[in-house]
């Protein structure tokens, strides 16, 4: 006998149709509604009471506000970047006698005379700064009324040192002494290097050093941000010239670090430009929808939370049964986690933003991070309403049905991997450039397993010790034919086998929770009607109130 249509049931004398329900069974029928409504997608709940999908319309228009957001930071933050990388190659090219680009690690000296000479360079360059340099720097003299000069040349020794080769004895004192000589521009013209000769006098004592330092500051001014309607920035640069002696071994190797510090200029003035107005504007709103995003998702967790609750008690009470965590679990929304997370990460961003355009901050990394990770989550977060499609949810539901295997099986793969990165340290570091620390080691082992530098790996490996260089043949043999051909094979399968399931399941019948199980017996479709005399009494955007009785003795009229 077919089942009657709802029509019939309308107007027919069923029980909730004009008839007095028990009300234990009233309650029963009243939750399951709540139930199914809760799973609902938001189509279904437009059509069941009439709301539109603010969270949908609400995400869709974050996602544009914070792409736009993050493009414009990553155009300034990239000028930023590109300026500060530019002067430490000019730097270096300014300082460093005869340095060649991409020769930071072998840029070294190994004679007494070129490393006077390297360092007696460096400090003329210095000098003659506003004579020879194309840009425009300036010097940044020592406080005034302290002892600090423009300029610090350090040089940092033990103690004291005797070490005698011919006889195989030393006598070293491992305290540090640092002694240092400043030299200052002379205004208004700093004198011709020829003339000024007073750091000449610094004697280096080469039997005990362990390095010298070269550090000044200069000022710059990154008149390029105009192209992007921004208000220039003003640069100090700390520059700190190393010649590192701590090994040695007769190589004095030099370096150049660069650490740029950035803030808002005095009285800045850039004609028919530099009004920012606008983005601060934008960031506003930027924030307030983060924030109502916030609300609505920390909103429908508390809902789901109370649902759970709610329904543990009904089901104990009822059926003297308790809900299992996986069914519990299906009322905390991982979605509504992700997107709070990245309205968090969002709105902490666009505060840190706002200050660096203000130039009250200047941590343009924390903030490319912040920034960057919830532009991620709010794009990974349009998923969730994908799933609603059968077509486009086999992704996710592969992934949620492999991955506790996964888990399982990447431990005791990572116990092997780090079998072999503590192995392949220890044994292969002194001979492969490779292998020289366990970071390097691990993205050497990774890159292998994706097929990356096999044969440079093994070309680079230094043959001075047969006997490491066999074990390193037996090493790498072992760890690509274990990784790539077993570990993962197995892997893919895995996932393979997972999809298969899923597969198998859509075109079967697909088991279902108790929970489910439990909402699958309400037969009440979105459009009858009945979701809508839950309404007057839902929870608002901001709180969440008691719900209004069901009465079930009243006449649904649609």
């Known amino acids: 006998m077919a089942a009657p249509s709802e029509t019939e049931r309308l107007l027919g004398r069923g029980p909730g149709y004009g008839t007095t329900e028990s009300p234990a069974v009233a309650e029963e029928e009243e939750l399951r509604r709540r139930l199914k409504y809760f799973f609902m997608s938001p189509c279904d709940k437009y059509r069941a009471r009439g709301r539109r999908p603010v969270k949908l319309g609400l995400q869709l228009a974050k996602i544009l506000l914070v792409t736009v957001q993050l493009i414009l930071?990553?155009?300034?933050?990239?000028?930023?970047?590109?300026?500060?990388?530019?002067?430490?190659?000019?730097?270096?090219?300014?300082?460093?006698?005869?340095?060649?680009?991409g020769a930071d690690d072998t840029y070294a000296v190994y004679t007494q005379?070129?490393?006077?000479?390297?360092?007696?360079?460096?400090?003329?360059?210095?000098?003659?700064?506003?004579?020879?340099?194309?840009?425009?720097?300036?010097?940044?003299?020592?406080?005034?009324?302290?002892?600090?000069?423009?300029?610090?040349?350090?040089?940092?020794?033990?103690?004291?040192?005797?070490?005698?080769?011919?006889?195989?004895?030393?006598?070293?004192?491992?305290?540090?002494?640092?002694?240092?000589?400043?030299?200052?521009?002379e205004d208004p013209q700093p004198l011709p290097p020829e003339l000024?000769?007073?750091?000449?006098?610094?004697?280096?004592?080469?039997?005990?050093?362990?390095?010298?330092?070269?550090?000044?500051?200069?000022?710059?001014?990154?008149i390029q941000t105009i192209i992007n309607n921004e208000i220039p920035d003003c640069y100090t640069f700390t520059i700190t010239i190393t010649f590192d002696n701590k090994a040695h071994s007769g190589r004095v190797k030099i370096r150049l670090d660069n650490r740029a510090d950035i803030k808002e200029c005095k009285d800045p003035s850039v004609f028919g430009r530099g009004d920012n107005s606008f983005r601060l504007f934008f960031d506003v709103v930027v924030i307030l929808v983060c924030s109502l995003s916030f609300i609505l998702c920390a909103r429908s967790i508390i809902r789901g939370v109370m649902l759970q609750h709610e329904f543990s008690q009904f089901f104990q009470r009822r059926y003297n049964q308790s809900v299992c965590l996986s069914d519990r679990m299906e009322f905390l929304n991982g979605w509504y986690i992700l997107l709070v997370i990245s309205d968090v990460l969002t709105v902490l961003g666009t505060i840190m933003k706002i200050g660096i355009e203000s130039k009250n901050f200047a941590s343009y990394d924390v903030c490319s991070i912040l920034l960057g990770t919830s532009t991620l989550l709010v794009w990974v977060g349009v998923i969730r309403y994908l799933t609603f499609f059968q077509k486009y949810n086999i992704l996710i539901v592969t992934l949620r049905v492999a991955l506790p295997n996964v888990i399982r099986f990447c431990c005791c793969v990572a116990v092997i991997y780090l079998g072999y990165c503590f192995c392949g340290w220890i044994v292969l570091g002194p001979y492969h450039v490779k292998f020289r620390s366990l970071s390097m080691v691990s993205e050497c082992l990774f890159s292998l397993i994706n097929g990356d530098d096999m044969f440079v790996t093994f070309a680079e490996m230094q043959q001075n010790s047969y006997l490491v260089w066999l074990f390193s043949q037996i090493y790498l043999y072992t760890f690509i034919s274990l990784f790539i051909y077993m570990v993962l094979s197995l892997f893919i399968a895995l996932i393979t086998g997972s999809y298969e399931t899923i597969k198998h399941q859509c075109e079967g019948e697909t088991p279902v929770s108790q929970l489910h199980a439990y909402i699958a017996q309400c037969k009440d479709s979105p459009k009858s009607g009945k979701y809508r005399r839950d309404s007057a009494s839902s929870c608002s955007v901001f709180c969440c109130c008691e719900r209004a009785p069901l009465q079930d003795n009243a006449l649904l009229v649609n």
């Open 196 to 222: 000024d000769r007073s750091y000449k006098n610094f004697t280096l004592k080469f039997h005990k050093l362990i390095n010298v330092t070269i550090q000044f500051k200069l000022k710059a001014i990154n």
């Open 73 to 101: 930071f990553g155009l300034s933050n990239q000028m930023v970047v590109t300026f500060k990388e530019e002067n430490t190659i000019a730097f270096k090219h300014l300082f460093l006698k005869d340095y060649v680009d």
């Open 113 to 185: 005379r070129d490393l006077y000479d390297r360092m007696f360079y460096a400090m003329e360059k210095y000098l003659a700064i506003p004579n020879e340099t194309i840009g425009r720097y300036a010097y940044v003299r020592g406080e005034s009324g302290g002892n600090q000069s423009a300029l610090m040349l350090c040089q940092q020794y033990y103690r004291k040192g005797r070490i005698d080769p011919a006889n195989d004895t030393f006598n070293i004192d491992p305290k540090i002494v640092t002694d240092c000589l400043g030299v200052d521009p």
